[in-house]
């Protein structure tokens, strides 16, 4: 079985800071990870994705995340926050071993960045 | 290149009602599934596809059918809407190694009245 928990509802964070937003994972073997984002009334877009390798992943729009397998994480993280980064950001598992070839997603995080 | 279409793009029904939920996908992507969204609740899959011909259930089957008779499209049917079907619905397609990130079409907010 494969899950991934997003433990915090909401994140605020000011203009101009660095930002991070939480995500773990279970799986029972290796994981693919993923980040996607969602601006209102949209749908989901891709941001990033760890599969092997460097365990620091960088993606769009300044975006980098850290595989951490010790502590089954993979942190979405931005050095300097911009207003328009204020989405909402969905963590995504699946497991390498195979199965259905289908990611699991977290409930997602509300990123509020404020001026 | 259009990505993942899907049709329409709003829809209020009648408790009872039957309808279908289009989406249709230009990518040649063997992987597709229907997810629905509602607040706090985060993205639930109902129905997926590894292929055309093939399909199988997600976490939230109950009340919905699928068909994948071609790879590009994957309709997702409400046999008799019920109020809890009140929702935002996303399709999302993939290639085979599925290590690709998905790519979501723009939603169908449906309302059940």
């Known amino acids: 079985a494969q899950s991934v928990a997003q433990p915090e509802d909401q994140v605020n964070v000011a203009e101009g800071n660095p930002l991070t937003v939480k995500c773990t994972y279970s799986?029972?073997?290796?994981?693919?990870l993923f980040w996607y984002v969602q601006y209102p009334n949209r749908g989901l877009q891709f941001l990033l994705k760890?599969?092997?390798?460097?365990?620091l992943v960088k993606g769009s729009y300044g975006f980098e995340a850290e595989f951490n397998k010790s502590q089954t994480s993979f942190h979405l993280k931005k050095p300097s926050a911009l207003v328009s980064d204020s989405a909402l950001y969905f963590c995504?598992?699946?497991?390498?071993?195979?199965?259905?070839?289908?990611?699991?997603f977290g409930r997602g995080t509300s990123l509020i960045v404020h001026p | 290149n259009a990505g993942v279409t899907q049709t329409p793009k709003f829809q209020v029904l009648k408790t009872g009602q039957s309808m279908t939920l289009q989406c249709a996908q230009d990518?040649?992507?063997?992987?597709m599934s229907w997810y629905r969204q509602d607040p706090g609740m985060g993205l639930r899959l109902i129905h997926y596809?590894?292929?055309?011909?093939?399909?199988d259930q997600g976490e939230v089957p109950n009340g919905y059918n699928v068909s994948r008779s071609t790879t590009e499209d994957f309709p997702l049917r409400l046999l008799s809407a019920a109020p809890s079907q009140t929702s935002v619905y996303f399709c999302?397609?993939?290639?085979?190694?599925?290590?690709?990130?998905?790519?979501f079409g723009s939603g169908t907010r449906l309302t059940v009245v």
């Open positions: 799986v029972s073997g290796n994981p693919y």
């Open positions: 760890y599969i092997t390798g460097d365990n």
């Open positions: 995504a598992v699946r497991d390498k071993s195979g199965g259905s070839y289908i990611p699991t």
């Open positions: 596809s590894v292929g055309a011909g093939i399909t």
């Open positions: 990518m040649n992507h063997e992987y």
């Open positions: 999302a397609s993939s290639t085979g190694q599925s290590h690709n990130g998905y790519t």
